[in-house]
Each structure stands twice: as structure tokens, then as C-alpha cells.
């Protein structure tokens, strides 16, 4: 549900980051004005969390809001969060990030200057726990073609989407929810389809500081064929039919990851049992992008350390 005068909504899910909350918090609140606002969701913490935002409410901060749930996971997080803001536009902001100084006023004029847009993606600012920081701009160009995007996004990896760095229309959003069944790379699908569906701006400006640490929202989760083929029907199940196309591509991507992490591991059997199923999806994908070269790299280092 929008309201009249909001043009932006920063929605961040949290569970037990109360040790990091402060940080993204103050980055948000100090760039608060009457077209935005900030919705944070509890996904069910048993840490200080509660206490932290119940601070930071007591001194009742323009345009601040707070829900609990029991946990969920961050897509069901993400989802609340979306239906309890107002903004005709939403900026997802993940707990354990920062957002840079200028990015809500860059984001807005954006949207204002061009009303057709549903999409408007900025740079970003990864920073590592030794302080080493890399900037990663906004791409230089986006293609006209939905499927080229989506193709640029989950194949050649030259078109990233991450939260912070992108902002939607609501109408875009309520189109393709988070996915509450995964616990893990949950925004693969709703990128992809903003990507298909969205008619994208880009702002060349960093918006967002990722901070990286192991328990970050971001770290791996474990995975398998079946997980992968699952994730992969959700993402193409979202897009127009012209892109269903690349599906047997992303596929092979994604055993050949498996299979190259299962060889680092030693275990060889099960590395070659998803290179067989890589090349059933779509082989060609084996001299894509260097994937030859990093699958025999991770076969060498195998052999070096577990040698039969």
C-alpha cells in the first residue's frame, strides 16, 4: 500500500545483527526527508536486536518504523517488510551494510527525472574485515533486450544487481516476491526478473558499502544438483518465455561450479558425476568464459593433494 508524498522506501530485514544495526541504521536515518522512509524487519533475533531499534524508536525518528516476526528467513523478512512500507519505490538494504552518503537524494532525483523508469542501479563499495576496499561501478551499458540482461546477469556476470545498489518501482516488486522457500541466494530470481521486466536507469554513483565477514547474510550455503535445478525453475519461472532459452545454460554454469568445488574437496567421484550432468544441460558451457580452464585448475590442485 503506497501513500501519498513517499517516494522511497528503505526496507532492511535483520536477525541477529543487533552488533551491526547502529551502523546501517545511522547511514539510513541521517538521509531521511519527507519523500522516504525506513522499515525494519526482526526476523525473530535473540540478540539485542529488539533492544537496539526499541532505542533507537524511543526517540521517535521521522519516517522510522519497526515489525518482529518469528523467524522466517530474509525473503519472508524482505516480503513483510515490502507490504508493511508506503514508498512507491523500494531501495532493499541488507543489516550488515552501509549506505553512502548522498544515495537516497541520487536515487530519488533519479526516479523523479525519469518517470518511466522501474529500476535504477548505482555502483557499490565492497570492504573487507582488513580493510582493503574495492569500488565496483555501475555498468557502462545496459542492453534494450530483456533476455541480453538477464543473459548478462546470470551467464557472463556483467550485469550485477546487489542490494543497496538498486532501487524499484513497487509495482515491480509486488510482480515477483522473494521466494520464502530458499534460505539462501533468494535474490537470484527477483533480480532476474526486475532485469527482464524493468525499464532500467543507471546512476554512476556508488549507493552502498558491502561489508564482507563470514556470517554475513551473503555467506554460502551448501548445495547440490537438486537445489540448483530448484533454484533454476524458480528464476525461469518468473520470466518472459523468450528467456527460457538460457535455462539449460545457467544449469550447466552451476554443475560446473559444483563440480569444481567438489574436486577441490577431493571428492572425484561426485565432481565427475555433475561435469556429466553439466554437459548434458548445455556443453557448450564447458569453453564459456574460461570454465574449461578454472574446471582443470581445481582437477590439478585435486591431484596434487589427494593423489589415488
Not at 500500500?1 to 522506501?9: C, D, E, Q, V, W
Not at 523500494?90 to 551494510?97: E, G
Amino acid at each position: 500500500m503506497t501513500a501519498p508524498g513517499i517516494l522511497l522506501s528503505v526496507v532492511i530485514p535483520t536477525y541477529n545483527y543487533g552488533h551491526l544495526l547502529g551502523r546501517v541504521l545511522d547511514s539510513v536515518l541521517s538521509q531521511l526527508t519527507d519523500e522516504c522512509e525506513l522499515v525494519v524487519i526482526d526476523d525473530g533475533s535473540s540478540d539485542e536486536t529488539p533492544k537496539v531499534l526499541e532505542t533507537i524508536s524511543a526517540g521517535r525518528p521521522s519516517g522510522f518504523r519497526w515489525l518482529r516476526q518469528n523467524n522466517a528467513g530474509a525473503a519472508a523478512a524482505r516480503n513483510a517488510g515490502l507490504r508493511a512500507s508506503r514508498g512507491s519505490h523500494v531501495l532493499f538494504l541488507d543489516a550488515d551494510d552501509q549506505l553512502l552518503p548522498g544515495a537516497l537524494a541520487a536515487i530519488c532525483s533519479a526516479f523523479r527525472d525519469d518517470s518511466r523508469a522501474t529500476v535504477v542501479i548505482g555502483g557499490r563499495l565492497t570492504r573487507w574485515p582488513d580493510g582493503r576496499e574495492k569500488r565496483h561501478p555501475p555498468p557502462r551499458r545496459v542492453d534494450d533486450d530483456p533476455c541480453r540482461r538477464v543473459a548478462d546477469h546470470l551467464l557472463d556476470k556483467t550485469l550485477s544487481v546487489s542490494h543497496g545498489a538498486v532501487a524499484v518501482a513497487r509495482e515491480l516488486v509486488d510482480g515477483r516476491p522473494y521466494p520464502e522457500a530458499f534460505r539462501g541466494r533468494e535474490d537470484i530470481p527477483v533480480s532476474a526478473y526486475w532485469l527482464a521486466c524493468g525499464r532500467i536507469k543507471v546512476i554512476d554513483i556508488p549507493l552502498v558499502r558491502i561489508h564482507k565477514h563470514p556470517d554475513s547474510l551473503r555467506h554460502a550455503v551448501k548445495v547440490s544438483e537438486s537445489l540448483e535445478q530448484a533454484l533454476a525453475d524458480e528464476i525461469f519461472r518468473g520470466l518472459p518465455d523468450e528467456c527460457q532459452k538460457l535455462k539449460p545454460s545457467y544449469l550447466a554454469q552451476r554443475y560446473l561450479a559444483l563440480s569444481r568445488a567438489a574436486a577441490q574437496t577431493g571428492e572425484r567421484s561426485t565432481a565427475r558425476r555433475h561435469l556429466l550432468a553439466a554437459l548434458r544441460a548445455d556443453p557448450g558451457q564447458l569453453l564459456a568464459r574460461g570454465q574449461l580452464r578454472k574446471l582443470i585448475k581445481a582437477w590439478m590442485g585435486s591431484c596434487r593433494r589427494w593423489p589415488e
